[in-house]
C-alpha cells in the first residue's frame, strides 16, 4: 500500500498543474491513506529510504550547523552527528542518529546503528552542551545499538547506561524528536529528555519488530504480526504519556514535500524550549527525573 | 517507611521457610549417587558436593545458577522481605501475556523475578536484591523495574549499602515500551542514590544481558561478577547473523569483559560474602550487632 502511495504521489507532482489544485488533491489522496495505516504501515513509513533523515531534518531545522566529530576517546562514529547551531536566535547543541538514502551511504552511517563510540560522541557534546548552557536536541532514527563483535568489546551496555544516567542530571533543557524508527536501548541512550516529540509516522519500540517476533515467537519473518501488537505508533506512544507531543505529518517520499511537517516540527521545537528556558536547571533535572519515575509504577 | 515492609501473613512464611529447611536439607543429605551434570565439565558430580561449595562445581568451578533465596541464606546473616505485594498489570494490553504469566509462576514458585530483602551481612546491615531468572528468564519488566527503584529509594532514605546480583534475558518483552521506560527509571535511581554518597554494589552473574546490562546493573560503584557470567548487550545469535561469523571462544564471559575493562573484579561464590564485607567495611559500614 505504502508503495501505491508513493507512486500515486509521485505521479501527481509529474502532472505539473497548478499549485492550489495540486495541493488540493494532494491533502485528498493523503487523507484518504491516512485513515487505512495500519501499524505496519507506519513502520515502513518510519524506515522508508526516501524518508528525510536525521541530518536532513538538522539541516532544515537548525540555522548554520556546525558538525562536530569523535569522542575524543575512539574514534567518530559516523552513525552519530552532532555539533551546534541555533534554533531560532538560541545557540543549541544538536545530536542525530543518522541513517543513509542508499547502501553506501548506509554503510558509511553503519545504517543508522551507533557503537559505544557513537554514544560516546554524543554525551560529549551533551557536557559540553551543559557547560555553556546550551539546549539539546537530538534527533532520533535508529534501529537500535549495534550488535556486533567489536561493540561489546568496548561495553555497549555501559555506554548506553552511563548515557542514560548522565542525561537524566544535565542541568539543560533537552528536546528529543522521533525523526523514524526509535528502536530499543539504542534510541533510549539519546532521548531521557523533558519533552519527546514524536512525528506522527515515527516509531518507538522496545525492539525492531523482526527482532521482537524472534525472541517471542522464534521466528523473525512473523514481524508484521508484531507490529500490530507491539504498540509502538506515536499515537500508542502519546496514549501511555511517554511522547508529549505528535507532530501531524503529509505523507511525503521527497524532501520538498516533507518542508511543512519540518515547519511544524520547527513551531513545535521552540514553543517547547521557551517554556523550557524558563525553569531553573534544579527544575530541569527534578522534573525530567520524575517523568520517567512515575512509568510502570502501578504496584 | 513501615507500609513499604510486606511483613503480613507470618504463618506461611514460617511454612514456607520451614519447606525450603527441608528442601535443603535434603539436598545437602542427599545419597551418593544423586548426580548433577555439570554444565562447565559435562561431568557428573554429586549433589551434595555442589551444596558444599555453594553450587560450583568440585571438578572445574562451573557456577551452577542459583535461586534468589539460596543467594540471600547464603550471603546475610538474617534478612526480611520488602518486596511490595505483587499485582499483575499488562501494560500494553499483550495477549497470552496473564496465561504466560501465570505458567511461569506455577512453573518457578515464584510470583516474580526479583527478591528484594533487607539484612545483615556479618552484622552490617544493607539492601540485597537478586533477579532470578526462574521466572520469565529474569526479564524486566515494569514490577521489576518499580522494585529495583524501590530498593534504591528504600536505601537512599536510610543511608545504606545496596548489593544487587542481576541475573536477566534483558528487558520483557511482553511489557513493550514500558520495559524498555524501565531501563531509564533503574539507572535514574542509581543516579538519584549516588547522590546520598552511599555505596552500590554490583554482581553481574550468568547470565547478564540486554536492557539490564544496559542499565542499573553497569552502573554500580563497585562492579563485579562470577566466574565465567555471559554478560552482554546484544545476543549471540543476533551478533553472529550481523557479522556472519563465528565469535571468540570467551566472547562475552565475564573474564572477556575484564580483560577489556569493564569489571573491577572476578569473585568466586565462596568467597563473595567476604569480599563484600571487606568492601563494606572499607567504605564505613558497621556491624550494627555486638
Not at chain 1, 143 to 172: F, H, K, T
Request: one cysteine or more; glycine letters at 8%; a positive charge.
Amino acid at each position: 500500500m505504502i508503495k501505491e502511495l508513493e507512486e500515486m504521489l509521485k505521479e501527481l507532482e509529474e502532472k505539473k498543474q497548478n499549485q492550489e489544485a495540486f495541493k488540493i488533491k494532494r491533502k485528498q489522496i493523503i487523507e484518504e491513506y491516512k485513515s487505512k495505516l495500519t501499524p505496519y504501515h507506519r513502520v515502513q513509513l518510519a524506515r522508508h529510504e526516501k524518508r528525510p533523515k536525521a541530518k536532513d531534518f538538522i539541516e532544515n531545522i537548525v540555522s548554520e550547523p556546525m558538525f562536530f566529530h569523535g569522542d575524543k576517546l575512539f574514534s567518530d562514529d559516523r552513525s552519530i552527528v552532532g555539533g551546534v547551531g541555533y534554533l531560532g536566535h538560541v545557540p543549541i547543541t544538536f545530536i542525530g542518529t543518522n541513517k543513509g538514502k542508499t547502501l553506501e551511504e548506509n554503510v558509511e552511517y553503519n545504517f543508522g546503528m551507533p557503537k559505544p563510540e557513537g554514544y560516546r560522541k554524543a554525551l560529549r557534546l551533551m557536557k559540553q552542551a551543559e557547560k555553556f548552557n546550551r539546549p539539546i536536541i537530538t534527533f532520533i532514527d535508529t534501529p537500535g545499538a549495534y550488535p556486533g563483535i567489536d561493540a561489546e568489546e568496548r561495553g555497549q551496555g555501559e555506554a548506553i547506561a552511563i548515557n542514560i544516567l548522565e542525561m537524566s542530571r544535565l542541568e539543560v533543557p533537552i528536546i528529543s524528536v522521533f525523526t523514524g524508527e526509535g528502536g530499543s536501548g539504542g534510541a533510549l541512550a539519546l532521548s531521557v529528555a523533558n519533552k519527546i516529540i514524536m512525528m506522527e509516522n515515527s516509531i518507538f519500540s522496545i525492539l525492531s519488530p523482526e527482532g521482537f517476533a524472534t525472541i517471542l515467537w522464534k521466528d523473525g519473518t512473523l514481524y508484521e504480526k508484531a507490529t500490530e501488537v507491539m504498540k509502538l505508533t506515536a499515537k500508542d506512544l502519546y496514549d501511555y504519556k511517554i511522547a508529549d507531543r505528535v507532530i501531524e505529518e503529509d505523507i511525503s517520499f521527497s524532501m520538498k514535500g516533507f518542508q511543512e511537517n519540518f515547519a511544524r516540527l520547527k513551531e513545535e521545537i521552540i514553543k517547547e524550549l521557551e517554556s523550557l528556558r524558563k525553569k531553573s536547571p534544579a527544575r530541569l533535572v527534578k522534573e525530567r527525573q520524575n517523568k520517567y519515575r512515575k512509568i510502570g509504577g502501578g504496584y | 517507611m513501615e507500609e513499604n515492609i510486606r511483613d503480613g501473613r507470618p504463618i506461611i512464611s514460617i511454612i514456607k521457610k520451614l519447606r525450603r529447611f527441608k528442601k535443603d536439607f535434603k539436598r545437602m543429605n542427599a545419597p551418593e549417587g544423586l548426580f548433577e551434570r555439570c554444565n562447565g565439565c559435562g561431568d557428573l558430580v554429586p549433589k551434595n558436593k555442589i551444596g558444599e561449595r555453594f553450587y560450583t562445581c568440585p571438578e572445574c568451578d562451573y557456577h551452577f545458577n542459583i535461586s534468589s533465596g539460596d543467594r540471600m541464606n547464603m550471603l546475610l546473616d538474617e534478612y526480611k522481605v520488602i518486596n511490595r505485594t505483587y499485582k499483575f498489570i499488562n501494560p500494553i494490553d499483550f495477549p497470552g501475556y496473564k496465561a504466560k504469566y501465570k505458567e511461569n509462576r506455577k512453573k518457578s514458585g515464584l510470583r516474580e523475578g526479583i527478591l528484594t530483602v533487607e539484612g545483615y551481612l556479618n552484622g552490617i546491615k544493607l539492601v540485597a536484591v537478586a533477579l532470578d531468572n526462574r521466572f520469565f528468564m529474569g526479564s524486566m519488566g515494569s514490577y521489576i523495574g518499580e522494585e529495583i527503584t524501590r530498593a534504591f529509594e528504600y536505601a537512599g532514605k536510610r543511608d545504606l549499602p545496596i548489593l544487587i546480583f542481576s541475573t536477566s534475558g534483558g528487558a520483557r518483552m511482553q511489557e513493550g515500551i514500558f520495559s524498555l521506560m524501565q531501563m531509564a527509571k533503574t539507572s535514574i535511581a542509581v543516579e538519584r542514590y549516588g547522590e546520598t554518597k552511599n555505596l552500590y554494589i554490583s554482581c553481574m552473574t550468568n547470565p547478564t544481558t540486554g536492557g539490564v546490562t544496559a542499565s542499573f546493573a553497569s552502573l554500580g560503584d563497585i562492579m563485579l561478577a562470577e566466574p565465567g557470567a555471559l554478560i552482554g548487550f546484544a545476543g549471540a545469535r543476533v551478533i553472529k547473523e550481523t557479522i556472519k561469523g563465528e565469535l571468540p571462544e570467551d566472547f562475552q564471559r565475564a573474564e572477556f569483559l575484564k580483560e577489556k575493562g569493564f569489571l573491577d573484579e572476578i569473585v568466586h561464590r565462596k568467597d563473595m560474602k567476604e569480599y563484600i564485607y571487606k568492601l563494606l567495611k572499607l567504605h564505613g559500614y558497621r556491624s550494627c550487632k555486638g
